[in-house]
């Protein structure tokens, strides 16, 4: 079974400039997070997906940044107009649908999208 | 709000040591706790979880980690390094709320081992 993917590995981009990066989650899967990680610092919450839904964007910084996941399959996340400190590891992890019958349901995650922002 | 916090941000040990990685964390309710491993150019890998059950969690690896409430604790251990150890570990609590599970993570450990 493919785990989750996340397209592309790396991005060098200039202020200013827009990036969209993409995550396939592990087929099956209704729930996808995006998280964030800003170097030195810790993993942080972007937003959460039930299918296409947004469940949880509470995280996300600004509205430079916009998520879709249309079909419920794979999502995006565009960052438009990209600004310096917006560099960082981007993850995806995805995990099984509420009623999996889990008392907790593991989230997977892909190896993430380093972006830079010069 | 719930927090994680892991002391020291750079641990060494050598090969065949003792492996101690620190993590306390806040939570008004009980905590569902994670210890994940990120090697190089891979994604995160769980390790281990305590979702209520027994307090001495074992992972994989030969890791373990342990739940201590009074010391609002979840240190991992491992009784001795091997070179593939070599890896960032993250410390991480779950606000569980209706079964999704948004992850609060902590600033990551790097372990080193040497021969």
């Known amino acids: 079974e493919a785990g989750v993917t996340q397209f592309p590995s790396h991005s060098v981009i200039e202020k200013g400039q827009t990036v969209t990066l993409r995550c396939d989650p592990i087929s099956g899967h209704d729930n996808l997070y995006w998280y964030r990680r800003v170097m030195g610092k810790e993993i942080k919450f972007l937003l959460h997906?039930?299918?296409?839904?947004?469940?949880?964007e509470s995280g996300m910084p600004n509205n430079r940044f916009l998520a879709e996941r249309t079909g419920g399959t794979y999502s995006t996340l565009k960052v438009q107009p990209a600004e310096l400190e917006d560099s960082g590891v981007y993850f995806c992890?995805?995990?099984?649908?509420?009623?999996?019958?889990?008392?907790?349901?593991?989230?997977?995650f892909g190896p993430g999208t380093r972006l830079t922002v010069l | 709000a719930q927090s994680v916090t892991q002391l020291g941000s750079h641990v060494s040990v050598s090969e065949g040591a003792l492996v101690l990685l620190r993590c306390n964390y806040s939570?008004?309710?009980?905590?569902?706790l994670f210890w994940y491993v990120q090697y190089p150019n891979q994604g995160l890998q769980l390790l281990l979880k305590y979702t209520s059950a027994a307090t001495l969690v074992k992972g994989i690896n030969g890791f373990e980690a342990e739940f201590k409430k009074s010391e609002t604790s979840f240190h991992l251990t491992k009784p001795s390094a091997h070179m593939s150890d070599a890896a960032e570990y993250f410390c991480a609590v779950s606000e569980n709320s209706g079964g999704y599970n948004k992850l609060i993570f902590g600033a990551g450990t790097r372990l080193a081992v040497h021969p």
């Open positions: 992890a995805s995990s099984q649908d509420l009623y999996s019958g889990l008392s907790y349901n593991e989230q997977f």
């Open positions: 939570s008004s309710v009980p905590p569902y």
């Open positions: 997906f039930v299918k296409e839904s947004k469940q949880d």
